[in-house]
DNA sequence: CTGAAGTTGTGAAAACAGTAACAATGTTAC
DNA sequence: GTAACATTGTTACTGTTTTCACAACTTCAG
C-alpha cells in the first residue's frame, strides 16, 4: 500500500480552491480541467492528476462540478477547522505576514506570535498577541499548535526552531536566510528570499527558450 | 552541446556562497565537501555535484579553497557587477523586503520601487525612492533593469507584471498570491505564502517517517 | 438507437532531482 | 620511494514529478 501526496499538488491545490471559491460566487457550476488549468496556468493534464491524487472524480462532457470539487479539496486539506499557526518574529516581515494572513488568509489562524524584543511583546500587533518567546514551551502545546512561520534574523533561527519542535511543533515555515537542521519526522519549508532573488537575477540574465 | 544550470543549483549555490563568506571572515582556508555539505544541511554528494556545475574543482585531500571557491561562485552567479533589481509594490510586503534587501543582501541593488499609491510616491522609503507605476516603462530600460520582485495585491499583479515584460523584464519573483500568465522567455517564481503554508499546515498534520 | 464530439482517468514515458558508489588523485607517514 | 588514506569528480542508479497519449465514458444530435 503506498499513498503519498507529493507537496507541490497539496500546494496546487490551495491554487485550485481559491480559484474555485471566486466562480462559486459567481454561480458558475461546472468547469473542464483545461479551463481551471489556464486559470492556474498549469497544463490540464497536471490538474486531473492533482484531483486523481485526492480521489476526487469529474464527469467526462460537463467536467467538474465546482461546489463539490471546493468542498473535496477542503476535506482533504483538513480545513473544516480552522488551522492553527504560530509565528516567531516580530520584525518587518512578521508584521507584513501577520498582516497579510489576518486579511488574506481566513482559514489559517495566527493564534500566538512570539519576539524577543520586550517593546513588542505584551501588545497586539497587527491582530496577533505578541508574546516573550521565553512562553514557546507553555503557550504551543497548550493551543496544540503543530505548525509555526518563522521569521527571524539569521543568529537566532535555529534555536528558536529548535525551541518549537521540543514543544510539539510539526511543520516550520522558514523565511530566515540560513539552513535548519531539524529532525526528519519535521516538515520543513524553505523561503529564502535571498537565494529566490538569485535564482531569478540569474535566469534572467542567461536567455531562455521561448513557447 | 548540453549545460543547463538546474534551479535548484543556483539557489543552493547562493547559499554555499553565504557560508563559504563566513568562514573567509575567520580565516579558513580549505573546506572538504562534507562540511560545507554539514552547514548548509545537504548532503556531500549534492554539494561535489553543485560545483561540479560550475566547472570549480578542488584537491582531493585539501578539499575546497575557500577564497577561490567563493570567487568562483560569484563570477558563476555574476555578481562583480551588483545587479539592479525593481521592486513593485511597496505595501507592508514591499517595506519589508527593501529593507531585509538594504541591510541584508548588499548584492542586489533595489535601483527602482514602484507603487501607484500617491501618498508613497515621490518619498524615499526603506531606502528606496518610490516612484508611481506609470514611471514603469520609462525608468525600467533606462537602468536595463531585468529582474523585478512583485509584492502587490492579487487584483494587479498580473497587470504590472504584463508592463514590466514589455519595459524589458526577464525574471520575476512574485509574491502575490496569484498565477501570472508570461511569455515563455521570462523567468518566473512564484513565492505564494498561502500555498506555501498551506503545505507545511497540510504536513504537520500527517505523520511522518523520521531519519 | 447510433455515431460524433469532447472530456475524464490513468498507464507509460520522459524529464528532473538527488543519492550512491567508485576509480582517480593528491597527501602524508614511514 | 612507496603504501595507506581520505577526498574529489563522475557515472550509474533511484526516486519523484510532470507530460503524453489513449481507452473509456457521457452527452447530444439526428
Redesign the pocket.
Given at each position: 500500500m503506498k499513498s503519498?501526496i507529493?507537496?507541490?499538488?497539496v500546494a496546487r491545490l490551495s491554487l485550485y480552491r481559491r480559484l474555485l471559491e471566486a466562480w462559486l460566487e459567481k454561480g458558475t457550476t461546472h468547469l473542464?480541467?483545461?479551463e481551471i488549468a489556464s486559470m492556474a496556468c498549469?497544463?490540464?493534464?497536471?490538474v486531473?492528476?492533482d484531483?486523481?491524487a485526492i480521489g476526487y472524480?469529474?464527469?467526462?462532457?460537463?467536467?467538474?462540478s465546482v461546489d463539490a470539487l471546493e468542498d473535496s479539496i477542503g476535506r482533504f486539506l483538513g480545513s473544516d477547522t480552522v488551522r492553527k499557526i504560530a509565528l516567531v518574529g516580530m520584525g518587518n516581515l512578521g508584521r507584513a505576514l501577520a498582516t497579510y494572513f489576518v486579511s488574506r488568509a481566513p482559514r489559517f489562524r495566527m493564534t500566538a506570535a512570539f519576539d524577543n524584543d520586550p517593546r513588542k511583546t505584551g501588545r497586539v500587533i497587527a491582530g496577533c498577541m505578541v508574546h516573550p518567546v521565553e512562553a514557546i514551551p507553555g503557550i504551543i502545546p497548550a493551543e496544540g499548535i503543530r505548525t509555526a512561520v518563522l521569521a527571524l534574523p539569521p543568529e537566532s533561527a535555529q534555536e528558536m526552531a529548535d525551541t518549537l519542535v521540543k514543544a510539539g511543533v510539526k511543520g516550520i515555515l522558514n523565511f530566515a536566510p540560513v539552513p535548519l537542521r531539524l529532525p526528519g519526522d519535521v516538515f520543513l519549508e524553505n523561503r529564502d528570499v535571498t537565494a529566490s532573488l538569485e535564482k531569478v537575477a540569474f535566469f534572467s540574465g542567461q536567455p531562455r527558450e521561448g513557447n
Open positions: 503519498e507529493p507537496p507541490n499538488t473542464y480541467s483545461h498549469v497544463t490540464p493534464a497536471q486531473r492528476r484531483l486523481m472524480s469529474g464527469s467526462p462532457s460537463r467536467g467538474y
